[in-house]
């Protein structure tokens, strides 16, 4: 499966995790990329969890689901099958 190019450093970031749960700020996640997150990141969970978007089944694929916490700012990626 071809890894979307914006999102490989995230990808890459995720693959190299040993936790299971990565918690990455908003920030964090722009200065993994080193670019800017659309405003739909930022106000809509479903940014970070439909699979209709290539950059979603690119986690999923390396094992990684995502929750999006609006109010702190922050996206939770957690192993699957880990809780």
């Known amino acids: 499966m071809p890894m979307p190019s914006v999102y490989q450093p995230l990808l890459d970031h995720l693959a190299a995790v040993e936790e299971h749960t990565a918690i990455l700020t ?42 999006f916490n609006r109010r702190r700012g922050v996206v939770v990626f957690t192993r699957d099958g880990e809780e």
Request: glycine share 8%; net charge negative.
């Open 26 to 67: 908003l920030m964090e996640i722009e200065d993994i990329l080193d670019a800017a997150l659309p405003p739909s990141a930022i106000t809509s969970g479903g940014y970070w969890l439909s699979a209709h978007h290539s950059y979603v089944r690119a986690w999923r694929a390396l094992g990684w689901s995502a929750h």
